[in-house]
């Protein structure tokens, strides 16, 4: 009866944990941020026939021009790189989204894409203090890019033949499209796989962000990371716990009383958990044990010694599910509507 007691105890306290790992290291800026506003304002085309608007004109010209470009810190060959946005967008859909999605799902994704480069760009003008010399990066920490070399190189040309037609398709579709909330360019977040159901970017950051809500994502069934299942033995548990704390009194008989889950999010995703008095992120327990997300529980069999860890999605689970963007666009949603599920009451508009 006892062990029961335990095992009963130790899902229920488990069904549980939240995830909040941050696959993209993010640090969201409040919105009203001046640059963000200002650049679009003066965006606006003047065309005087007086000389003396001349100068005027420049303004535009000037700001189109950060458009159609982009500076960006390649993470391999740390140096920095100005290359076409509508090129880049094009390494970023390929980098970060299998070429077999369907074709609205990369198109979305097009559309994310540039709106991050582009509200980064703004933003981190001087340079990003991960990496000084360029706003954005080559890597996960921003977006992953790949050059079309690279693609070859990585997938072969049989990949390019089949899929880099769709992949410029999606985002010659979209060409210069972006992604606005009350007038203003947002910093959309995406991620692998929700497990079912995005998470509100203020459960997982402080800030509170009106179009990073959580939503419900279904037709995610499809994803290799929907669910996943880590068998460990309990010592193997206490072990790896002890790793990071070797001052936890933790041990076979005792496990089910000193794991306790402190703190869920809205969405069922662990935040907040104690370990023998220790308080962990779910996202810290999350990169102890290589877990896919924070939407995870764990349940103990003392009979055995074995403890399941269940993960269900894959990533922070903020703003886009792409394989639930695959989802919807083979359920017959296009682009638009896909967007304006995942990011709570947005437009999609030109970025100038
Ligand atoms: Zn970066």
Same mark, same amino acid.
């Not at 026939?49 to 470009?69: Q, T």
């Not at 159901?197 to 509170?208: A, C, G, L």
């Not at 394989?323 to 682009?335: D, L, Q, V």
């Given at each position: 009866?006892?062990?029961?007691?335990?095992?009963?105890?130790?899902v229920?306290?488990?069904?549980?944990?939240?995830?909040?790992?941050?696959?993209?290291?993010?640090k969201?800026?409040?919105?009203?941020?001046?640059?963000?506003?200002?650049?679009?304002?003066?965006?606006?085309?003047?065309v005087?026939?007086?000389?003396?608007?001349?100068?005027?004109?420049?303004?535009?010209?000037?700001?189109?021009?950060?458009?159609?470009?982009v500076?960006?810190?390649?993470?391999?060959?740390?140096?920095?790189?100005?290359?076409?946005?509508?090129?880049?967008?094009?390494?970023?859909?390929?980098?970060?989204?299998?070429?077999?999605?369907?074709?609205?799902?990369?198109?979305?994704?097009?559309?994310?894409?540039?709106?991050?480069?582009?509200?980064?760009?703004?933003?981190?003008?001087?340079?990003?203090?991960?990496?000084?010399?360029?706003? +954005?990066?080559?890597g996960?920490?921003?977006?992953?890019?790949?050059?079309?070399?690279?693609?070859?190189?990585?997938?072969?040309?049989?990949?390019?033949?089949?899929?880099?037609?769709k992949?410029?398709?999606?985002?010659?579709?979209?060409?210069?499209?972006?992604?606005?909330?009350?007038?203003?360019?947002?910093?959309?977040?995406?991620?692998?796989?929700?497990g079912?159901?995005?998470?509100?970017?203020?459960?997982?950051?402080?800030?509170?962000? *009106?179009?990073?809500?959580?939503?419900?994502? *279904?037709?995610e069934?499809?994803?290799?990371?929907?669910?996943?299942? +880590?068998?460990?033995?309990?010592?193997?548990?206490?072990?790896?716990?002890?790793?990071?704390?070797?001052?936890?009194?933790i041990?076979?008989?005792?496990?089910?009383?000193?794991?306790?889950?402190?703190?869920?999010?809205?969405?069922?995703?662990?935040?907040? +958990?104690a370990?023998?008095?220790?308080?962990?992120?779910?996202?810290e327990?999350?990169?102890?044990?290589?877990l896919?997300?924070?939407?995870?529980?764990?349940?103990?069999?003392?009979?055995l010694? +074995?403890?399941?860890?269940?993960?269900?999605?894959?990533?922070?689970g903020?703003?886009?599910?792409q394989?639930?963007?695959?989802?919807m666009?083979?359920?017959?949603?296009?682009?638009?509507?896909?967007?304006?599920?995942?990011?709570?009451?947005?437009?999609?508009?030109?970025?100038?």
């Amino acid at each position: 009866m006892r062990k029961f007691g335990i095992y009963f105890t130790m899902v229920l306290m488990i069904t549980i944990l939240l995830p909040t790992v941050i696959v993209r290291t993010f640090k969201f800026v409040p919105r009203g941020n001046s640059v963000v506003g200002e650049s679009l304002q003066e965006n606006i085309p003047i065309v005087k026939e007086e000389k003396k608007e001349e100068v005027k004109e420049e303004i535009p010209v000037k700001i189109s021009n950060k458009y159609d470009n982009v500076k960006v810190y390649n993470t391999r060959t740390e140096k920095v790189e100005e290359l076409g946005l509508e090129d880049y967008i094009k390494g970023v859909v390929a980098a970060e989204m299998p070429g077999e999605f369907h074709i609205e799902a990369l198109k979305a994704q097009a559309v994310a894409a540039r709106t991050y480069a582009i509200s980064r760009t703004l933003r981190y003008s001087e340079g990003h203090p991960a990496h000084p010399s360029a706003p +954005i990066c080559t890597g996960i920490h921003c977006q992953a890019y790949l050059s079309l070399e690279q693609l070859s190189q990585i997938h072969g040309d049989k990949w390019i033949e089949n899929y880099w037609g769709k992949i410029e398709e999606a985002v010659d579709g979209t060409r210069g499209l972006g992604i606005f909330y009350d007038g203003e360019i947002t910093e959309p977040m995406y991620h692998s796989t929700s497990g079912g159901q995005t998470e509100d970017i203020k459960d997982v950051y402080s800030s509170d962000v *009106p179009y990073l809500k959580s939503v419900l994502s *279904p037709n995610e069934e499809g994803a290799p990371k929907f669910k996943n299942l +880590i068998t460990l033995t309990t010592d193997e548990f206490i072990q790896t716990i002890k790793g990071k704390y070797p001052e936890a009194k933790i041990d076979r008989d005792n496990i089910a009383e000193k794991i306790k889950l402190i703190e869920k999010t809205s969405t069922g995703r662990v935040k907040r +958990i104690a370990i023998d008095g220790n308080l962990l992120d779910g996202s810290e327990l999350r990169d102890l044990f290589g877990l896919n997300s924070t939407n995870f529980k764990i349940s103990l069999d003392n009979k055995l010694n +074995i403890i399941e860890i269940e993960t269900y999605g894959y990533g922070h689970g903020i703003g886009m599910s792409q394989w639930g963007a695959n989802g919807m666009g083979k359920e017959g949603s296009n682009y638009q509507e896909i967007l304006k599920h995942y990011y709570t009451g947005v437009e999609i508009k030109p970025l100038q």
